[in-house]
């Protein structure tokens, strides 16, 4: 579906010629009686410590949900505050929102527009596109938005309704800072993660950690988990002589190729993601010194990650069910001594301060990704084990598909591992971006702090899985059950609660 823009740019009566604000109205998605817009708010004035966007429908638009700030309604005037998290506005600084509304007739865009009640001047809009099917399919858009809840105040005809999502695993896109299935509804990523396919091949014990069969994958649904994370090791994936013949190559690949299947026979999204990988290195926190992938490395190679995702891509391609995270914990922050440093590092890779073999960064990963054709939903982690996203948004990847997201890991041993830390660098990565905390978990043999994750992620729309599916003594690391037939550990017992919780 087209999408059109409508740029706002205006001054304060008697000001001078720089703009109180900027503002960007945009189609997203539109369909017969229904469509999904967005707002991009920049404040070209003095700091703000709280705001309110002012505009009027019209042509009788009425707003059925909206997120990134609390929306309501009266007649055809709007209007849109910002939430706890949001309210400071910088000069500079964007806010942005997003919507679902009901039309008639014709969908006009609004063409006025106040921040604070200071007026802004239009600028003539781009026609809005007339609806061509009866199912909303928005496109991916830059624009960033936040999913909160519906605004309180009911519109004065009824709203339309929502898309309805799909049944099953969704083929998974990026909208906004949501994800997306193919009806265009809204999806959160919440389950586990099945670890195993990282170490027990290199170490020549076999494929999984434990069954991997048809009961034991129910098990995970019966969690009314929707998301299944997979390592994997790209030595076994690509076949490398050290592995042993069985567990290298064609048999591995078929094995992972056969859990996905039974991930996705039970209605839940596979997430296949790089764990371990080639390259030597022995610098700070090195996890081994062996140069073989038998570890966590500071970051993938560029001998064999590259090669690696173009297989996977080019075997997981046409469906695009199956979800690919990059790399599982960049830690390039250890190897070097400035940030500045091991951001770059990290983005473009080749090479790096402090590390030995030449480096795959991540624009290289998803260049190689795209370059098969793929357009599979792709998540990015960060530093520090993947717990700093604080510059992530600075360093984002190009992706000519605009199916990228933000992945992030947390426990409760971490650098980040309080809310303040989250609402200073992971609620700006929210606001532009879909963000998955792809392993949460915690030493304690307790659940109080996945608690407060699980909540701080809920408030936001976000989405989680937890560390790890796995009969594990959850004394010595975050382990969720007991039992293979889903008997929780006492730390398992908070995430499955929880997601029962949340799915009737």
Known sequence: MASTALAVMGTAAGASAAPACTVEYSVVGQWAGGYQGAVTVTNNGAALSGWSLGFDFPAGQVVGQGWGGKWSQSGASVTVVNESWNGALGTGAKVSGGFIASWTGANTAPTAFTLNGTPCGTDTPTPTP???????????????????????????????????????????????????????????????????????CVQGYGFFDGPVDDASVKAIADWKANTVRIPLNEECWLGLDNIEPEYRGAPYVAAVKDLVAKVLAHGMTPVVELH???????????????????????????????????????????????????????YPDRATSTAAQAWSCWRDGGTCP????????????????RATGARNLVLVPGLAYSNDLSQWLAHRRTDPAGNLAAAWHVYNFNTCSDETCWSDTLAPVAAQVPLLAGEIGENTCGHAFIDRVMKWFDDRGLSYLGWTWNTWNCNSGPALITSYDGTPTAFGIGLRDHLRALTP
């Open 130 to 200: 007339t609806p061509t099917s009866t199912t909303p399919t928005p496109t991916p858009t830059p624009t960033p938005t936040t999913p909160t809840t519906p605004p309180t105040t009911p519109p004065t005809t009824p709203p339309t309704t929502p898309p309805t999502p799909v049944t099953g695993a969704p083929e998974l896109g990026v909208s906004g800072n949501r994800f997306t299935d193919q009806n265009g509804a809204t999806r959160r990523l919440l389950g586990v993660n099945r670890s195993g396919g990282e170490f027990m």
């Open 276 to 330: 371990w990988t080639h390259g030597q290195y022995t610098g700070n926190s090195s996890g081994c010194s062996d140069v073989h992938a038998s570890c966590q490395k500071p970051m993938p190679g560029a001998q064999y990650t590259p090669a690696f995702w173009t297989s996977v891509a080019n075997t997981f391609k046409n469906d695009r069910r199956v979800v690919f995270d990059l790399f599982n914990e960049p």
């Open 354 to 369: 402090g590390i030995g073999y030449e480096v795959a960064g991540m624009q290289d990963l998803v260049d190689a990704v």
